[in-house]
């Protein structure tokens, strides 16, 4: 087999010059909807005016008092001079507001707790004396992560959603390929949404919950446009919508009257780690570089008027490989015109990132922004074990985003409209395009040793669309603040999945025939059916109603209803092929000699009428009623002590991926033909037989051969899908109290999660009896298929999750006058599920109900994270978090008491009392030039103490085995990042 030239991908380091010259020209597109932005409300003084005036930005909103009290929303996060002027007499405070924070400062008297007192006229003085405003009669689970906390505690990532770990109930793991996920409770990661500058960031066709985050060592964001952001962890809204988990809602940085600006450079690699167990042992060392950097820039254009902002990230990996020839051969048993392929490597991974934003105050009732972000990734990946690097894939990630708001504040009425423009593409590609070669042991095609050539994993797949929505408050209703909102998505969502693209061919290493494949596997488009491709154009709808009613000066109730209605072509309009129909109602050759295929499945409980489309067979779904109840009593009248509490339902997405495959599973299938050679004869002709050519190395040579399909399996899909939901409920206390001379916050809740309805693939294969499983046995029966075909795979709804949880959260937070913070979360989970968390195959057992209730995987009963950020003088910042878990159930295959009955979805806890710990830390000093220039260095520690870490296989038991087995020990071991910046 000739050999191809190998030509390692290099990123090319961006120019920051480039970077730094380009900002001005960003079109860059920002929705601030209303649930980023702030809200100031309380008592006043009758006849009062109030005005408020961000310190940064000039933005100013002013208000009259209406029946003794004032309400002021639509408020980008920041510091504020509030001017309260009555009887000629004018006096002023200094507060800062938090992201999406409602937050209540009586101005009739006294300020309340956390509000600053004396006078606050100039910058200095306001920044000074403006602490954040507690918030504490909201009925959200709600905890926020501050930009001192994303600048200053310890990260290896620069994912800003690590941060969201310190909030009880959150979960942020990262594996040791370096691919991060979030998740809230017992639910996974797909069900969560980010809204950043109050747009979804939802992935619609891929898992992750977030665009971009499936199978990603990528951040979804640049951390350094990030301002603050809050974790909702139940309980939110009606205008949150697309989510049945946790809600993560984020505000990016915006320009001010000051030219600002920074550059940063990190870096760590594999000599700044420990060794891990393995490695100690005489495992190979797993070499590893990673480097961050970026730059920010933002300012004035026209002062108090218009503003940028621009910001540039760039992560690059390389991640080594070890070749491993599979079926024990060392390599000293591999043909020489092989060896070079068994040679060590590095695979490649760039990821750039861009945000721009403009901010346009038109008037002291107007607002425009217009913000860009674009995320390009490029990886190589599957290169390592016995898959050489020419037979990799080159993965290709981006996401483009595109916001333009338009707020408009008049009297009591406060209007936020914006339109955005979104393209995301997934498009995982072979290395090459051409022949793979694969080297086998014997007569098994699938016993590999070593495969080279060109790859045969072919994917795109994305969405691309435009959205308007409307958010409309009414403040001038006594005692009631109204909000309504609407919002239309048209939505084009892509999947292509090829496969086996390049074709495979299978050479008998042991026989030593490594001129003439006897095996070949491939992929073809399915004539009159489709080519693995599928594009549908969706319609998203959502309205809702939200009242919150401050019935008493104590008593705050929170009522919203809400209403989404998705179409989705592609699902409702499918016509079940003719040709399925035919097979599906043939006579099955395994029973009687009259028994169809469809009364096989009806006698193993299953009717074909239910999952068969003519294409008026479905409807889309529209019973997505949301109601969002909640309400928070003060019990002592000054905010100080919170009773609060919630219940409300909320509606998430089946994944476009998971649906698609009723079309496209079948319309390029896998198929599969023998050659007739010396070591592997076969009569030419009969089955899948054939007399080697040549001319089947050449690309498209083998589609005519794949138009009969066999083998193909078969996707079908219930005709009364729904859309999975959660039902959640709460109820807690919140305090504020005084302790060594500065202010604590605490929270302590007790919440109740049930989803359900979520999506899942079982297996419709059944024996001719209509049994799944042989007598005293747990085999899966593959070879039950549909006659003449595959696999039955039928979708449908059904996975469930139960949490019940206890969440704790203490915090002092990080001031100018103290100069430290620290936070505690505590989460005590009880938690269950009735199939493996993230898994949408079923495939085990006839039904769902064979699973039976399981711990909730992955979920740990105690979960605690502590940190700390202090001042410790010289221009030294430290900081810390602590991590402790107890340990998380896994699942894997248990094959203990014997091959023919291994159990494949037994579930294990070790046996410790710690699961996962860590301790990291930073330490970053500043240096003060003396002109408008500041240097920076910072030391990060991770995993500090070396703690070690399990990563559990899939695979843990084979007969005989005691003990479950354990696998490699998951990164970091102890590493040391360094880090390099400027401000100016």
């Given at each position: ?358 901010s346009w105050q038109a008037g002291d009732n107007h607002l425009v922004e217009l913000t860009a972000k674009r995320r390009d990734e490029v990886a190589e990946i599957a290169a390592g074990g016995s898959n050489s690097f020419e037979h990799g894939t080159d993965r290709d990630n ?239 009248g000054d905010q100080r002590h919170v009773i609060f509490g919630g219940a409300g339902r909320s509606y998430d997405r089946n994944l476009f991926d998971w649906l698609s495959l009723e079309r496209n599973k079948h319309s390029f299938p896998e198929n599969e033909l023998t050659f ?309």
């Open positions: 087999m000739k050999q191809r030239n190998r030509t390692m991908f290099r990123p090319n380091r961006k120019l920051l010059s480039c970077a730094l010259a380009s900002c001005l020209a960003m079109a860059a597109p920002h929705v601030m909807a209303q649930s980023t932005s702030a809200t100031l409300r309380g008592a006043v003084t009758a006849d009062s005016t109030v005005t408020v005036t961000n310190v940064d930005t000039g933005l100013t909103r002013t208000t009259k008092a209406a029946n003794g009290n004032y309400n002021i929303g639509g408020l980008p996060p920041g510091t504020y001079r509030i001017e309260v002027n009555a009887g000629g007499q004018t006096s002023s405070r200094a507060v800062t507001l938090a992201v999406g924070q409602t937050a209540t400062l009586n101005l009739q008297e006294a300020p309340p707790v956390s509000a600053p007192t004396g006078d606050a006229t100039t910058l200095d003085t306001v920044r000074v004396t403006a602490p954040v405003l507690v918030e504490t009669t909201t009925s959200e689970v709600a905890t926020y992560v501050s930009n001192k906390q994303i600048e200053a505690l310890p990260q290896g990532t620069r994912n800003f959603l690590a941060f969201a770990d310190t909030v009880p109930g959150m979960q942020f793991s990262q594996d040791n390929n370096g691919f991060t996920s979030l998740r809230g409770g017992a639910q996974s990661a797909n069900n969560i949404n980010v809204f950043i500058d109050g747009v979804g960031q939802k992935n619609y066709v891929l898992k992750g919950g977030v665009s971009g985050q499936d199978t990603s060592a990528g951040n979804p964001f640049p951390q350094l446009a990030i301002g603050e952001y809050k974790v909702i962890t139940s309980n939110y809204k009606a205008e949150f919508d697309q989510i049945s988990s946790a809600a993560v809602v984020a505000v990016t940085k915006s320009g001010t009257n000051e030219f600002k600006g920074n550059f940063f450079w990190d870096r760590y690699t594999n000599d700044w780690r420990a060794r891990t167990l393995g490695e100690k042992n005489g495992v190979p060392v797993v070499d590893y570089k990673e480097e961050h950097y970026g730059m920010a820039l933002g300012g004035p254009i026209l002062k108090d008027r218009l503003h940028f902002f621009f910001t540039y990230e760039s992560k690059e990996q390389m991640r080594p490989y070890t070749m491993t020839p599979g079926r024990n051969y060392s390599p000293a048993m591999i043909p020489a015109q092989f060896q070079d392929l068994l040679l060590p490597g590095s695979q490649a991974f760039q990821e750039d990132l861009y945000f721009g934003k403009l981006t996401d483009d985003r595109i916001d333009l708001r338009y707020q408009l504040t008049w009297g009591d009425w406060l209007n936020d409209a914006h339109l955005t423009y979104e393209k995301t593409t997934w498009g995982p590609r072979p290395r090459s395009i051409g022949p793979g070669y694969v080297l086998v042991d014997g007569g098994n095609w699938r016993d590999t040793v070593l495969q080279a050539g060109s790859g045969a994993d072919y994917q795109d797949k994305g969405q691309k669309g435009i959205a308007l929505q409307n958010d409309l408050t009414f403040s001038g209703w006594q005692n009631h603040t109204l909000k309504m909102g609407v919002k239309y998505k048209q939505v084009d969502l892509d999947v292509t999945e090829r496969a086996f693209f390049n074709p495979q061919f299978h050479y008998d290493l042991a026989a030593g025939e490594l001129d003439i494949p006897y095996h070949v596997t491939f992929g073809g488009a399915f004539a009159g059916i489709g080519d693995g491709s599928l594009q549908t154009e969706a319609k998203q709808f959502g309205i809702y109603l939200q009242d919150d009613w401050q019935v008493t000066d104590r008593l705050l109730l929170n009522l919203g209803l809400r209403w989404d209605y998705e179409e989705n072509p592609s699902y409702t309009d499918y016509v079940t092929p003719a040709a399925t129909l035919a097979a599906l109602n043939a006579v099955d050759p395994r029973g009687n000699g009259t028994q169809t295929y469809a009364q096989t499945l009806a006698l193993g409980g299953i009717n074909l009428s239910d999952y068969v489309s003519n294409g008026s067979s479905r409807d889309n779904f529209k019973n997505a009623w949301q109601p969002r109840l909640g309400f928070s009593y003060d019990l002592s007739n050679t010396p070591a592997h004869p076969c009569a030419v002709g009969v089955g899948n037989c054939l007399a080697w050519d040549p001319a089947y190395l050449q690309p498209g040579a083998l589609a005519a051969l794949a138009t009969a399909a066999p083998g193909r399996e078969i996707t079908m899909l219930r005709n009364d899908l729904k859309a999975p939901y959660s039902d959640q409920f709460s109820i807690g206390i919140r305090n504020v109290f005084d302790l060594w001379g500065n202010q604590w916050n605490s929270s302590v809740a007790v919440t109740r999660v049930v989803s359900k309805d979520g999506f899942v693939f079982s297996l419709g294969n059944r024996n001719p009896d209509g049994s799944f499983h042989n007598p005293n046995t747990l085999s899966i029966p593959w070879g039950a298929g549909v006659p003449g075909n595959g696999s039955l795979i039928l979708g449908s709804n059904g996975l469930e999750t139960k949490a019940s949880s206890l969440l704790v959260s203490l915090e002092k937070p990080y001031t100018q006058s103290s100069r430290w913070g620290t936070t505690l979360a505590y989460t005590y989970t009880d938690a269950e599920e009735n199939r493996e968390f993230g898994e949408h195959y079923a495939l085990h057992y006839p039904t769902l109900a064979g699973y039976g209730w399981s711990n909730a995987g992955g979920v740990s009963k105690h979960r605690l994270v502590l940190t700390g950020i202090g001042d410790v003088g010289w221009g030294v910042t430290a900081s810390g978090k602590l991590t402790l878990a107890t340990p998380a159930p896994w699942y894997g295959t248990n094959c203990s008491s014997g091959w023919d009955i291994c159990d494949e979805q037994d579930q294990v806890e070790p046996d410790t009392t710690i699961g996962y710990k860590s301790f990291d830390m930073a330490l970053e000093k500043r240096w003060d030039t003396g002109t408008d220039l500041g240097f920076k260095v910072r030391l990060d520690v991770l995993n500090a103490f070396n703690w070690v870490n399990y990563n559990y296989p899939r695979w843990f038991r084979a007969p005989g085995d005691g003990a479950p087995r354990t696998n490699e020990q998951l990164f970091p071991t102890r590493t040391v990042k360094l880090s390099f910046g400027l401000d100016w």
